[in-house]
């Protein structure tokens, strides 16, 4: 059972970018993903949120119109399209679950974390 991320890099301010998340030994049909981000000393943000039942979302304020969160047709793999991007946007990158479907950017209910990927946006 684990989640892979994948697609991460550096990008000019302004760029895009399109981070994935495979899932592996579950299926995610009753349960929602997420991606979370982190910065050196800083606690994990949540960033964006999908339910795979309904393929409802949520975004944090400071994304929202910027990045969209959706999964493919066989439900094994999640995308975080990034635009516009800004220095501000570097970190790393997880995606996850808390088991549920629950539309919720928490880190303290997460059960099962991605290993990352590293996204820095510099010119």
């Known amino acids: 059972v684990q989640l892979v991320e994948s697609g991460g890099g550096l990008v000019q301010p302004g760029g895009s970018l399109r981070p994935s998340c495979d899932v592996s030994?579950?299926?995610?049909?009753?349960?929602?993903i997420a991606w979370f981000r982190q910065v050196p000393e800083k606690e994990r943000e949540g960033v964006a949120v999908i339910s795979s039942s309904d393929s409802v979302t949520e975004y944090a304020d400071s994304v929202k119109g910027r990045f969209t969160i959706s999964f493919d047709d066989t439900k094994t793999t999640v995308y975080l399209q990034m635009k516009s991007l800004k220095p501000e946007d570097t970190a790393v990158y997880y995606c996850?679950?808390?088991?549920?479907?629950?539309?919720?950017?928490?880190?303290?209910?997460?059960?099962?974390w991605g290993q990352g990927t590293q996204v820095t946006v510099s010119s």
């Open positions: 996850a679950t808390e088991y549920a479907d629950v539309l919720r950017l928490d880190p303290t209910d997460i059960g099962l």
């Open positions: 030994g579950f299926s995610f049909d009753d349960y929602a």
